[in-house]
């Protein structure tokens, strides 16, 4: 009889042997990325992030990849021009190139807020109700309409002219909300049509990260996937919420190197989250992608030896093997049991 463990992973090779972004996915090597989101939220500036730039050299730290997160623009509902607070993005990614590493960037592409100047100009742009985030309602895009595919077009060749080539791509969801379109399509085929549209105007050589994302319509288009929530939101940076993303990981990790790289979102190692030790050691063992985020300065020896540990060891291509995949499946349940 066969094990139910090997069905998701049979399926999946079948599902995705087609698509034409699988092979994408599955020779990029998996990138050790820093992202000082955890530690500043939406306040981060350009300064913040130049510090973490020298800090990983000062360090001697071999990150791959330095990405800026949310907070450095007011959103492709005004334009995506980087936010006055924040500083110069153009300056940042330089640097970060300079440095020898690739300048990432946190976009959302799919949704725009309903108060935003795209929404009042453009009210035949969008789509469903996507909820709420930044003090105001969120509405995702039609993506089936030829503006709203220009403006992303145009969005995403602005950045890649910057000489960003690493992008995390949060709020997907947005694009495949019911909701009134231009074309006469199904939700999923509308938001597979959009994110097809990000990959062919990107390209193969820009690494792609989703997140927050319908997981099956994806499959072929990303590189790697978030699959569980973000480490802690803001208040509980001490850990005391617990480790929010470990049964979305553990319940997830037959998906590492079979859809795509699993990102399990980043540890956070500095001595005041009281969770440090669990969640580096869940991503480890569960994840594919690596990162952290953390002000360098701030961390203690241990930290410090993980960060290393981290960058020694690269990221994760290749699938679990089936005793990890069958002990995350016991760990899953037993979370959701609790």
Known sequence: MTSPMRLPAAWVSRAASGS???SSARTSRPEVASKPRDRYFEDVTAGDVLEAVRDLDAHDLAVDVVQVDDGWSLGLGEG???AQRFGSL???VEEVRTSGRRGGVWLAPFVVGADTTLA???PDWLGGSAG???GQRLVGLDLTHPGVRELLVDALRGLLDLGVDYLKLDFLYAGALPGTRREDVDAVAAYRAGLALVRETVGPDVYVVGCGAPILPSVGLVDAMRVSPDTFHAGGEDGSTGLRGLMPLAARAWQQGRLW?????????RPSYSERERWAYAARRL???????????????????TIRELVAAGGRMNPLGGDVVAESAA????????
């Not at 760990?331 to 609790?338: F, I, K, W």
Request: charged share 25%; proline share 4%.
């Open 20 to 22: 034409p972004a699988r």
């Open 80 to 82: 995506l021009v980087s």
């Open 90 to 92: 153009a300056r940042v």
């Open 120 to 122: 009042r100009e453009h």
């Open 132 to 134: 709420w985030n930044w």
């Open 261 to 269: 790289v699993n990102d399990p979102d980043c540890v956070v190692l």
């Open 287 to 305: 994840g594919g992608l690596r990162s952290f985020s953390d002000r360098v300065r701030e961390l203690d020896a241990w930290g410090l030896a």
């Open 331 to 338: 760990l899953a349940l037993a979370a959701g049991v609790r």
